[in-house]
């Protein structure tokens, strides 16, 4: 699955989660959960959840944890999708 | 046993009605949270009447608080709350008191919970002495008002404890909020804290602030600021003579 495929489908994992969402629709790689989309530190794990859920994987601990911007979700995403 | 340094302060909030109990109690939430070891923690918790998903946000809570502590001296840390081990919880008459190993460094941790809220304040010292912690319901809870107002709030705390100074508040985009007077910053750690309709903020004043103190209490006799016990607000308690809530 393309990255840019990935980071379509996150926007609707992330959108219950931030008010910004006009700026959710411009995301970027380089986007920051917590700094640009203002999404409150306890749904993170929600989100990691969501995210598992949607996919169908599971997300380890190593990787959950350097989830910060969009681009480290899609990582945490990719690594786990079967090519 | 290592205090740590004494240079820091670190809170969170959570509002327990932006959360979702029933997720929180799965395994697959949890555990990204919490250790077996403080799982155990929990059971030593039986006959205090505090939901599992309560209990979760507590430990969520201290180890945000503990990260928040720690990382005004390691900027750029993670957050990896399986890192931030609790290793004691105990329940005291209006508060939860907990003790952290962090690496080299032992914190503690005194969480405040009503059927809203649950509020953390982590300090290196066991009495909490020189810290100030304090919280506000707001009417908006989106995001801008949340950040006005905490700092806001914050600024009439520190302003009693400051009388006369020129005090701001100025947060840069990666770095902890830092309190300055006119054009001098202060060495007065401080920490702010949002989610729904509260915010939280705590802030420790130097050692040698006795003078601080005195002045917070004059101004505090006569302050028209409308103090409120949280109890008829949230169902919290004051703890102690240096914690403020008000609506």
Known sequence: MERRAILDELKKVLYPYTEEKEQLQNIDENTALVKDLKINSANLVDIIIDAEAKYNIEIDFDSAEKIISVGDCINAIAEKIPE | ?247
């Open chain 2, 1 to 247: 046993m290592s205090t740590g340094n004494d240079r820091s302060t670190g809170n969170d909030i959570v509002a327990l009605a932006a959360t979702d109990e029933d997720r929180t109690s799965r395994p697959r939430f949890y555990s990204r949270i919490l250790t077996p070891a403080e799982l155990s923690l929990y059971d030593e918790l039986t006959g205090e009447g505090l939901s599992f998903s309560s209990f979760v946000w507590l430990m969520w809570s201290i180890k945000e608080s503990v990260y928040k502590y720690v990382s005004r001296a390691e900027p750029g840390l993670r957050f990896a709350p399986l890192k931030i081990p609790v290793t004691s919880l105990r329940r005291r008459e209006d508060h939860y008191s907990g003790m952290i190993g962090y690496g080299p460094l032992t914190l503690y941790s005194r969480t405040f919970l009503a059927d809203e809220t649950i509020m953390t304040v982590v300090s290196a010292q066991e009495d909490f002495s020189n810290v100030h912690w304090g919280l506000r319901r707001i009417e908006n809870p989106d995001y801008s008002t949340q950040s006005a107002l905490v700092r806001t709030f914050a600024l009439q705390s520190l302003s009693m404890v400051l009388p006369g100074a020129e005090l701001r508040i100025i947060k840069s985009p990666d770095g902890p909020p830092e309190v300055w007077d006119g054009e001098h910053r202060l060495h007065m750690p401080l920490s702010l804290a949002h989610h729904g309709p509260y915010v939280a903020w705590s802030y420790r004043l130097p050692a040698n602030s006795s003078s601080y103190r005195k002045s917070a209490a004059n101004r505090a006799a006569s302050s028209h600021l409308r103090r409120v016990n949280l109890l008829e607000i949230t169902g919290l308690k004051r703890s102690c003579s240096s914690c403020e809530y008000s609506s």
